[in-house]
T-cell receptor
Framework: DQQVKQNSPSLSVQEGRISILNCDYT??????FLWYKKYPAEGPTFLIS???IKDKNEDGRFTVFLNKSAKHLSLHIVPSQPGDSAVYFC????????????WGAGTKLIIKP | GAVVSQHPSRVICKSGTSVKIECRSL??????MFWYRQFPKQSLMLMAT?????????EQGVEKDKFLINHASLTLSTLTVTSAHPEDSSFYIC???????????FGSGTRLTVV
């Protein structure tokens, strides 16, 4: 049973436009959520996180929104740049897996010039 | 920021040999190190969790005698793939828990190819 789901395996966005990556979770005990970016053959790098006590966290071009009632979070990238082309993973922690991360399957973001 | 140095980045070995992968936390103490494996087009799969000075905890389905994990110090954890087979070919990533930032700093990954 997938506790963290990223239902879009890929997303294509025009350069300069907004990229919106979505993530859904099922475990209401999750209280911390993270987004990672991964280039081919490299380890994922941390992008941005959000605690369940917040509904929005912003860092430069990246904003994460959390809707606890819907068990949904999204990552907004604006404006999208060619270097943003990568696979984005969302991850969650909390509850029984306090330090362990539960990962989504990832969404491949392609920024078109 | 926190850095985890992972070596080697790529390794090719013959079937039946052993390969050691090292992860070092350079500017923080990684009390806990996570080891992941990634299959093509799939998410990262947690293999084991190691805490400094104690035995690693392996996920279900991961052979502990095949994937030996040592976490002898707060800055070094190693994963040894013993008697490697072609099906062990994969991308292995470590992650050190950085409790200062409540984050997980990842190594750059090791691409293992067993021929």
């Amino acid at each position: 049973d997938q506790q963290v789901k990223q239902n879009s395996p890929s997303l294509s966005v025009q350069e300069g436009r907004i990229s919106i990556l979505n993530c859904d979770y099922t475990n209401s005990m999750f209280d911390y959520f993270l987004w990672y970016k991964k280039y081919p053959a490299e380890g994922p790098t941390f992008l941005i996180s959000i605690s369940s006590i917040k509904d929005k966290n912003e860092d430069g071009r990246f904003t994460v929104f959390l809707n606890k009632s819907a068990k949904h979070l999204s990552l907004h990238i604006v404006p999208s740049q060619p270097g943003d082309s990568a696979v984005y993973f969302c991850a969650a922690s909390g509850g029984d897996s306090n330090y362990q991360l539960i990962w989504g399957a990832g969404t491949k973001l392609i920024i078109k010039p | 920021g926190a850095v985890v140095s992972q070596h080697p980045s790529r390794v090719i070995c013959k079937s039946g040999t052993s390969v050691k992968i090292e992860c070092r936390s350079l500017d923080f103490q990684a009390t806990t190190m996570f080891w992941y494996r990634q299959f093509p087009k799939q998410s990262l799969m947690l293999m084991a969790t190691s805490n400094e000075g104690s035995k690693a905890t392996y996920e279900q389905g991961v052979e502990k005698d095949k994937f030996l994990i040592n976490h002898a110090s707060l800055t070094l954890s190693t994963l040894t793939v013993t008697s490697a087979h072609p099906e062990d070919s994969s991308f292995y990533i470590c992650s050190g828990e950085d409790r200062r930032n409540y984050g997980y700093t990842f190594g750059s990954g090791t691409r293992l190819t067993v021929v």
